[in-house]
């Protein structure tokens, strides 16, 4: 909607146009008024007592209106007065009653239940192998076998649909990183506990860089040898004690030969090496702290596990503790986030 504005009047150009414009060189007057002195003012009054002299405005006496008019104001204000009581009246008796009076349960607006509420905020559920359900379970695809699907896991990890955490999902398993890591690299080649074999890598980390060129955080995946172990509960469960008993059996000097990190040179303390549970799944959990060669501390969690078709696999999460620092609890989250599949393709 547009506002609708007069031009003010145009300046007058010159004197023509404005007799009292005062002159180049010419002083301001100012025009007469009662109680004030002007020159000649006295002179003037004594030679014209009670009249109009030159230069004083006459003062027009105010005419008094006859009793005809005051009739008509009276009759005018008495009916104002009396359509303002109809109105209050009117108010009164029928405005306020409607607003007091209840409105009837049809009229209402709805109010959402908790229940409901939670239902349409929860997203659902992704369709990758480690989200879908047993419905959902392509041809040809081998199920997940019995037993796996009771492990819940820690309930610290990136909520479903969480923005700010990305999957990454394996033939197998999945883990989940910051979506703002977008370096994608690999970090050398680490080994089976078990059997010395080469571990291929993938790794998702941050862009900004270390004084060694490594992220500054960054997670891990590890695999070799799929199906190794079968997919036979008890053996899988066999394997992955067999990998606790093992590092908890390693002298300490030797135990960080085995833990991909970032490049420690001192000060390199561990947990003890031991089975947690994680969702559909259990894994061999080892957190250390080092020092790198700048003398800056380094943070990190690495998990060796057996997927529940007996691949062995490696997960883990490094960092400087400054990153950590600022990014609290991120460090915890991601490392609950590994999980295995409801299913996996065969081949």
């Given at each position: 909607m547009s506002n609708n504005y007069s031009a003010p009047p145009p300046p007058p150009r010159d004197a023509e146009d404005n007799p009292r414009a005062p002159q180049p060189g010419q002083q301001h007057s100012q025009g007469p008024y009662p109680g004030q002195q002007y020159p000649g003012n006295e002179d003037t009054q004594a030679r014209y007592p009670g009249q109009q002299y030159p230069g004083q405005y006459a003062q027009p006496s105010a005419p008094q209106p006859p009793d005809s008019n005051k009739k008509t104001l009276f009759i005018i204000l008495g009916a104002v007065a009396a359509v303002v009581i109809v109105a209050l009246v009117a108010v009164f008796a029928w405005v306020i009653p409607t607003f007091a009076k209840p409105q009837s349960q049809d009229t209402l607006p709805p109010v959402a239940t908790s229940q409901a509420a939670e239902e349409s905020a929860a997203p659902e559920e992704s369709a990758t192998p480690s989200d879908a359900t047993a419905d959902d379970v392509p041809a040809g695809a081998i199920p997940l076998p019995p037993g796996w699907a009771d492990l819940k896991g820690p309930a610290t990890v990136p909520a479903e649909g969480d923005a700010l955490f990305s999957r990454f999902v394996t033939g197998e398993s999945s883990f989940q990183y910051p979506t703002s890591w977008t370096l994608d690299d690999t970090f050398g080649i680490t080994t089976d506990p078990t059997t010395g074999t080469p571990m291929q890598q993938k790794a998702q980390g941050t862009e900004e860089r270390d004084g060694d060129g490594i992220a500054l955080a960054y997670a891990f995946f590890a695999e070799a040898e799929e199906g190794k172990y079968g997919k036979e509960p008890e053996k899988v469960q066999g394997a992955i004690k067999e990998i606790e008993a093992k590092f908890k059996a390693m002298p300490a000097a030797e135990l960080p030969q085995h833990l991909v990190g970032h490049r420690c040179t001192s000060n390199f303390e561990t947990t003890t090496p031991e089975i947690r549970e994680f969702r559909r799944t259990a894994a061999v959990v080892i957190g250390f702290t080092c020092l790198n060669a700048r003398g800056e501390t380094i943070q990190a969690v690495n998990l060796f596990s057996v997927t529940p078709w007996g691949t062995p696999q490696m997960v883990g999460v490094s960092g400087h503790s400054t990153y950590w620092e600022a990014n609290?609890?991120?460090?915890?989250?991601?490392?609950?986030?590994?999980?295995?599949?409801?299913?996996?393709?065969?081949?």
């Open positions: 609290p609890d991120q460090l915890e989250l991601i490392a609950n986030s590994y999980r295995a599949n409801r299913w996996k393709l065969e081949g």
